[in-house]
């Protein structure tokens, strides 16, 4: 059963910095295109980040050029590094394949961006 589990979320002031991490298991990674989602309370979940196969990536205009996707395939592992996080930024954060096909979601990890 593939199983995906996300970490390294927390609380932080505007400005700082987290890197999020996903564990992926029960898939071959490396073949796939991997993302990070977040849903924001009251809002639907959105796509803010994605790596493909060959490593190219994109991002959501909202995250451009602070946020930036990375991807370890020996370590089934994709990665976020957040900076110069804005309180816009708060929100559950997800990973999932790209497009969405894993349908149990993990248990996301929460960022919360505040003074």
């Given amino acids: 059963?593939?199983?995906?589990?996300?970490?390294?979320?927390?609380l932080v002031q505007p400005g700082g910095s987290l890197r999020l991490s996903c564990a992926a298991s029960g898939l071959i990674f490396s073949i796939n295109a991997m993302?990070?989602?977040?849903?924001?309370?009251g809002k639907?979940?959105?796509l803010v980040a994605r790596i493909f196969s060959d490593g190219s990536r994109?991002?959501?205009d909202s995250v451009?050029?602070?946020?930036?996707?990375?991807?370890?395939?020996?370590?089934n592992t994709v990665y976020l590094q957040m900076n110069s996080l804005k309180p816009e930024d708060t929100a559950v954060y997800y990973c999932n394949t790209n497009p969405a096909r894993i349908t149990?979601?993990?248990?996301?990890?929460?960022v919360t961006?505040?003074?």
Avoid: C, M
């Fill in 113 to 115: 961006v505040s003074s």
């Fill in 64 to 75: 451009k050029g602070r946020f930036t996707i990375s991807r370890d395939n020996a370590k």
């Fill in 58 to 60: 994109n991002y959501a």
């Fill in 104 to 110: 149990n979601w993990g248990q996301g990890t929460q």
């Fill in 1 to 10: 059963q593939v199983q995906l589990v996300e970490s390294g979320g927390g």
């Fill in 35 to 41: 993302g990070w989602y977040r849903q924001a309370p």
């Fill in 44 to 46: 639907e979940r959105e």
